[in-house]
Antibody, heavy 115, light 112 residues
Framework: QIQLVQSGPELKKPGESVKISCKAS????????MHWVKQAPGKGLKWMGW????????AYADDFKGRFVFSLEASASTANLQISNLKNEDTATYFC????????WGQGVLVTVSS | DIVLTQTPPTLSATIGQSVSISCRSSQSLLDSDGDTYLNWLLQRPGQSPQLLIYSVSNLESGVPNRFSGSGSETDFTLKISGVEAEDLGLYYCMQTTHAPLTFGGGTKLELK
């Protein structure tokens, strides 16, 4: 069965970096794009951008340009999200979701940024 | 950016009641390929979002047929014909026609 399994929760200090993984199984990884979605505590969903899992090319929403990087380990059917220079407002749950229809989602990774 | 406005923000229903959620877009979601990329998602408490409906009216595999979607261009509706307890949670519309992709603000379905 198709699954997206994400890495575990993270507790970080402001200024640190974090890398979140999303491992896909049950389908051909390079046939579908991977999207990233942010959900701040008690808030709605916000699209961060996506990565073409075949070419590795990424596109970012305006609010996620600069400190956010999407990458792949295609041989491991894994997509990664790295956030550098963490800020308090980065505290959120981060989801990966399979494109183009968002038909499968990871379980989410809670990243907490606190001094 | 496309703004999706969902109404109502909160919906109280009894089991078996039929309810509708509206999603209004600031621009037409009709793509140049002729399709309209408006999806509906349900996020149950503590869970990841789940796709219910894609491209306005297509029921995702495994989703009960009490869920239905309709609409065109800028006005869309999700209908639940006979709410069940497992339907409670937050409903989101989302559009993937225009970048950046955007979500509605959500509608919370709760028991009356």
């Amino acid at each position: 069965q198709i699954q997206l399994v994400q890495s575990g929760p993270e507790l970080k200090k402001p200024g640190e970096s974090v890398k979140i993984s999303c491992k896909a199984s049950g389908y051909t990884f390079t046939d579908y794009a991977m999207h990233w979605v942010k959900q701040a505590p008690g808030k709605g969903l916000k699209w961060m951008g996506w990565i073409n899992t075949y070419t590795g090319k990424a596109a970012y929403a305006d609010d996620f340009k600069g400190r956010f990087v999407f990458s792949l380990e295609a041989s491991a059917s894994t997509a990664n999200l790295q956030i550098s220079n963490l800020k308090n407002e980065d505290t959120a749950t981060y989801f990966c979701a399979r494109g183009p229809y968002f038909d499968y989602w990871g379980q989410g990774v809670l990243v907490t940024v606190s001094s | 950016d496309i703004v999706l406005t969902q109404t109502p923000p909160t919906l109280s229903a009894t089991i078996g009641q039929s309810v509708s959620i509206s999603c209004r877009s600031s621009q037409s979601l009709l793509d140049s390929d002729g399709d309209t990329y408006l999806n509906w998602l349900l996020q149950r408490p503590g869970q990841s979002p789940q796709l219910l409906i894609y491209s306005v009216s297509n029921l995702e595999s495994g989703v009960p047929n009490r869920f239905s979607g309709s609409g065109s261009e800028t006005d869309f509706t999700l209908k639940i014909s006979g709410v069940e307890a497992e339907d409670l949670g937050l409903y989101y519309c989302m559009q993937t026609t225009h970048a950046p992709l955007t979500f509605g603000g959500g509608t919370k379905l709760e028991l009356k």
